[in-house]
Nanobody, 119 residues
Framework: QVQLVESGGGLVQPGGALTLSCAAS????????MGWYRQPPGKQREMVAT?????????ADSVKGRVAISRTTAKNTVTVLLQMNSLKPEDTAVYYC???????????WGKGTLVTVSS
């Protein structure tokens, strides 16, 4: 089993910054990729930033230059951060952490954390 717990969401003014954190634990070691997705109100879930199977990173065009994804590994956990700068009202969404196990194709999602960009 894999557990993903997001944190760091909240209310921020336009132009502000926020860092989201995803703590992954459980059966996480092996070949997997992790990333951040978001679902704006009334819209479909979309990719924001993700690590690829080749070890590189991929960003949505709408966030390029404003967002950075990073990953750290401890003894039994992996933490993936999403640093967001120059936030816009259109960045308002529930942000989800996702882990894909490349061995069996299983997808795991966190419960999400709400980011609201508003003055």
């Amino acid at each position: 089993q894999v557990q993903l717990v997001e944190s760091g969401g909240g209310l921020v003014q336009p132009g502000g910054a926020l860092t989201l954190s995803c703590a992954a634990s459980g059966s996480i070691f092996g070949i997997n990729v992790m990333g951040w997705y978001r679902q704006p109100p009334g819209k479909q879930r979309e990719m924001v930033a993700t690590f690829t199977s080749g070890g590189t990173t991929d960003y949505a065009d709408s966030v390029k230059g404003r967002v950075a994804i990073s990953r750290t590994t401890a003894k039994n956990t992996v933490t993936v951060l999403l640093q967001m700068n120059s936030l816009k009202p259109e960045d308002t969404a529930v942000y989800y952490c996702k882990l894909v196990n490349l061995m069996d194709g299983m997808n795991y999602w966190g419960k999400g954390t709400l980011v609201t960009v508003s003055s």
